[in-house]
């Protein structure tokens, strides 16, 4: 089964992302944040990441850029309520960037992309 890891640190997106991407026929993890994620990545082996961008504490491209260091090959997809970070260097090392929305058919549509 595909599995996928929702890294966001609002709990009501989590929910929502997990109980959407559940129905779609996949297997949902969920961080918090940042706080231990390369590790919990080498464990739980996800086949993509859905990586929120603003977190307390946390800076979503900060952590793009030490996912891709060491899983190169991993898609990320980030998702911000901001479409301004798209402009940002550090977001050309995402797979796709999406605006958040609770319509997540775009963000389902670029999780079946990067998993084709």
């Known amino acids: 089964m595909t599995k996928i890891l929702v890294v966001d640190d609002e709990a009501h997106i989590r929910l929502l992302y ?16 940042g706080l231990n994620l390369l590790e919990r990545i ?25 996912i891709r260091n060491k899983f190169y090959d991993l898609p990320i997809i980030l998702c911000s309520a901001y479409d301004t970070f798209k402009d940002d260097m550090k977001s050309i090392a995402a797979d796709h960037y999406v ?18």
């Open 99 to 116: 605006v958040k929305s609770f319509d997540l058919s775009e963000l389902k549509q670029k999780i079946k992309e990067v998993l084709d």
């Open 18 to 33: 997990s109980e959407e991407l559940t129905e779609e026929g996949y297997e949902v993890i969920t961080a918090e944040n």
């Open 42 to 66: 080498d464990a739980e082996k996800p086949h993509v990441v859905v990586l929120d961008i603003k977190m307390v504490d946390y800076n979503g491209l900060d952590l793009l850029q030490d």
